[in-house]
């Protein structure tokens, strides 16, 4: 089954304490990207990544940083979080360069709060 | 700079009535449209797409209109059913800067018994 997954789905943490979502994908696609989504803002892009060794920065990257070692993986790294990084991120993947329509695939989401 | 905008937060329709979701953008770079779906604790899922050289797309109860002159599209649901309540985003690809996707910040539709 064609998925894209994330783990873990639901975090809590408190500030300062470094943590790591993770994301895969199997449809062996090139471009993956990392969204926050918070009420009345919809949905950010904060890092993306259009191959391996590829990333560049989202509308809001700050605080986060991610890495693409591997086609398949697209972590995302909080190395100090603060409070203002609670949100719901969803991890989604797509053919590079792909169709617009029916080509991005999104994971279930991670509800991530801090304390 | 929002381009991407839905100016309606929630929508409420009767079930088997036409469902008409708005979103207006600014940039005239976007080349496609693309329409998708979230339920609560869920990834968003893609619905429907299209071009910026077409004007109407249509899969099953679903249409997406797109006026470029008012750079406006719709999504139309007819009939509505009770499945259709979530939210819907609009978004937008820009070709020009890496294939990105922007969203709208989306509109809750609820359907009424």
């Known amino acids: 089954e064609a998925q894209v997954t994330q783990n873990p789905r639901y975090l809590i943490t408190v500030t300062g304490k470094k943590l790591t979502v993770t994301c895969s994908q199997n449809?062996?696609?090139?471009?993956m990207s990392w969204y926050r989504q918070d009420p009345g803002l919809g949905l950010r892009q904060i890092y993306y990544s259009m191959n391996v060794e590829v990333t560049d920065k989202g509308d809001v990257p700050e605080g986060y940083k991610v890495s693409r070692k591997e086609k398949r993986n697209f972590p995302l790294i909080l190395e100090s979080p603060s409070p203002n990084q609670t949100s719901l991120y969803f991890c989604?993947?797509?053919?590079?360069?792909?169709?617009?329509?029916?080509?991005?695939?999104f994971g279930p989401g991670t509800r991530l709060t801090v304390t | 700079d929002q381009q991407v905008k839905q100016n309606s937060p929630s929508l409420s329709v009767q079930e088997g009535r036409i469902s008409i979701l708005n979103c207006d953008y600014t940039n005239s770079m976007f080349d496609y449209f693309l329409w998708y779906k979230k339920y609560p604790a869920e990834g968003p899922t893609f619905l429907i797409s299209i071009s910026s050289i077409k004007d109407k797309n249509e899969d099953g109860r679903f249409t997406v209109f797109l006026n470029k002159s008012a750079k406006h599209l719709s999504l139309h649901i007819v009939p509505s059913q009770p499945g259709d309540s979530a939210v819907y985003f609009c978004?937008?690809?820009?070709?020009?800067?890496?294939?990105?996707?922007?969203f709208g910040k989306g509109t809750r539709l609820h359907i009424l018994p």
């Open positions: 449809m062996n696609h090139e471009y």
């Open positions: 978004a937008a690809r820009s070709m020009n800067r890496d294939d990105k996707i922007i």
């Open positions: 989604a993947s797509r053919l590079n360069p792909g169709l617009a329509g029916g080509g991005q695939y």
